[in-house]
């Protein structure tokens, strides 16, 4: 039933060709794609082959870059997104045409990449395709791949003969801004949402748009809030995936963007609520907020032994006794992070 009528994933021919001088300096890369996109058009049936041509150039330079794509109506099932939305293919695209050009010259795969590699005092860095690469240290992760597999073991004597390859590449995510999700025709926003609320009790409650399945946001977005905050992680509790009490996503779970921008929300929510803190812990310690730390469930006085539970600042915020000028009563911080371009990581596999 799934091969009948369930979107399939990559079904796709590309033709490439590669300009290179005879140094092994990348000069030219040339992309000519078709994907099978079945017998009715899927949502993203498309999108992946213009994300894979978007992204092909990789982590290194090419004075010129050329991708044509073409989609192919065929009897088969739909395909769609799956897993990478055609960066997996960009990687290995380009990953195989760098390894043929160094066969063809006889140069160490290691080394034609690390020549070609955007060094890090480049960046940000504009690609051919128009994507800007903000930040990355592409060598550094070859070398040390390089490394580790020159301190491997000796493979076993047992007759058959093993090789080592090497796949360089930049992960996009983060989708956003949302202006640019309208020029490429994407009808969503980029941007998510999160509300950090303080309770009388000194516990904290966090709203969030994105949605945990299994990525770990129970843990990791707790973690931001109490690093922000001072205090245990165990007393942060996340609250999703209910419309009618958390904030609106108009993107949702996706594109590996949720402990980026979702997370981001909930750190710089955090951050003004943590302002307030320090600004009501300063009016009842008699101090100035600047010299106010968090930290061990207490707000401290720089220098000093003077402090105060931050579940006290709380009680206090709520009841709205003595509160600084310009502080309402209550103890809630809400952010909308709309981000300035996509988010870049970057690695080596070998």
Do not use: K
């Not at 058959?160 to 640019?180: E, H, K, L």
């Not at 943590?274 to 010299?291: F, G, H, K, T, W």
Request: proline residues 5%; negative net charge; glycine residues 12%.
């Amino acid at each position: 039933e799934s091969l009948l009528a369930t979107t399939h994933a990559r079904d796709e021919i590309h033709e490439v060709e590669v300009a290179f001088d005879e140094d092994g300096s990348l000069r030219g890369l040339r992309v000519d794609g078709r994907r099978n996109v079945g017998a009715r058009l899927a949502v993203f049936g498309g999108g992946p082959l213009f994300t894979a041509l978007g992204v092909v150039p990789g982590p290194y330079r090419w004075e010129s870059v050329r991708g044509v794509g073409r989609l192919v109506a065929t009897n088969t099932m739909s395909t769609g997104a799956y897993r990478g939305f055609g960066q997996t293919q960009a990687a290995l695209i380009r990953e195989r045409a760098v390894d043929l050009v160094a066969q063809d010259l006889g140069i160490d795969p290691v080394e034609l990449r690390e020549m070609n590699m955007i060094a890090a005092d480049e960046l940000p860095y504009q690609m051919r395709t128009q994507i800007q690469l903000d930040n990355g240290d592409y060598r550094t992760a070859l070398l040390r791949a390089s490394e580790l597999i020159a301190e491997a073991p000796a493979p076993p004597d047992d007759g058959r003969t093993r090789g080592v390859g090497y796949c360089s590449y930049v992960q996009m995510g983060g989708i956003g801004p949302s202006d640019a999700n309208e020029a490429i025709g994407l009808q969503i926003g980029g941007f998510e949402s999160a509300t950090v609320r303080l309770e009388p009790d000194g516990t904290v409650r966090v709203a969030t748009g994105i949605s945990p399945h299994g990525q770990g946001l129970e843990t990791t977005i707790p973690q931001l809030v109490a690093d922000e905050l001072g205090i245990d992680p165990g007393t942060v509790e996340l609250v999703h995936g209910d419309t009618d009490t958390t904030p609106y996503s108009a993107y949702g779970t996706a594109a590996s963007r949720s402990i980026a921008l979702g997370g981001g929300a909930t750190v710089v929510a955090s951050q003004r609520l943590a302002e307030s803190i320090r600004a009501i812990a300063a009016e009842m310690l008699e101090a100035n907020p600047v010299d106010i730390e968090l930290g061990d469930g207490r707000a401290t006085v720089a220098g000093t032994n003077v402090d105060v539970a931050i579940a006290d600042v709380a009680r206090r915020a709520w009841q709205g006794f003595r509160l600084p000028d310009g502080i309402d009563p209550g103890l809630v911080a809400s952010f909308t992070y709309e981000p300035v371009s996509a988010t870049f990581s970057y690695g080596t596999h070998a």
